[in-house]
């Protein structure tokens, strides 16, 4: 080793599907030495090219090194794979999309194991990992001091950001954002509905749709404030009773455009609901009460 190279930290991958060959790549192009397993042995075969390490089984693979990150199909697939495996002493690093509750059991499933544990949720697509510009980051949550002693090598691959003690919410959060964002996807399905048997090109609707969505994303803002506050008055521009009054505009025009309303009336039901409790005055944020009750 010379003076000018600095020893990076060996790192241990279980699973090579799109997201954990991707990671595999990242580490390896940042000159971290890497032993990998996947359960279809052909899968590690071209990293192995590029300098990673295989392990005949996930057994050898956790004993090569003290970071082991897993990023498998399941939870259950967790199970499958550590099942016999020697934990004492590991910093195991679970990138398994799971729920929160699956992910407060693994940490305690492996703290009974002799490991240390950090969960994982990815907020990035394959082709983001190791692209920085890309804005891909992992959420992390878990053990503090694991979370620090391994900050460096976790954020090779993407940004990190840590969210707490409790190891559920990792999970909590990346399933928060995703839940956010197919309502997005479908409001904006609908929209493209509308407009689908009329003259209108898509592609130029894509772009409207496009600076809207983010024109409105601002609104969580407030959102956040009404809550910590518990005034869900405060500076409202447009309340729920004429937010309520429009709404039928908007299931008239889907009729006449023969498009299922299906995607809105759920949410509209539920600003009548809040509106018949008497908090016209409010904005919408009083529906989120109605989720959790």
Known sequence: MTPNTVEKTPVTLLGL???????????????????????????????????ARVAGSAAGAVAANTLV???LLDDASVEEALAGTDLTGRDLVNLTTSTPAQ????????????????DGGIMAVPPMIG?????GYVFYSGSPELFERHRETLGVPAGTTYVGEDAGFAALHDVALL??????????????????????????????????????????HQTADHLRSGDYTRGVVSSLA????????????????GVSPELLSPYFELMRRRLAEGSGEEDLTGVIDLLVR
């Open 17 to 51: 599907g799109a997201m954990g060959t991707a990671l595999a790549r990242a580490w390896l192009a940042a000159g971290h030495p890497l032993t990998v397993w996947n359960r279809t042995p052909a899968r590690a075969e071209a990293l192995a090219a590029e300098g």
């Open 69 to 71: 990150v897993v990023c």
């Open 103 to 118: 992910a407060r059991a693994r940490a305690a499933w492996a703290r009974e194991r002799g490991a240390r544990y950090l």
């Open 131 to 135: 692209v920085p510009e890309a804005g």
């Open 179 to 220: 839940s956010a964002m197919y309502g997005m996807f479908a409001g904006a399905a609908h929209a493209f509905a509308l407009i689908r048997k009329e003259d209108i090109d898509p592609g130029a609707l894509a772009p409207l749709l496009a600076d809207w969505l983010v024109a409105m994303a601002p609104a969580v």
């Open 242 to 257: 004429m937010q309520v009054a429009g709404t039928p505009t908007f299931l008239d025009t889907a009729e006449q455009q």
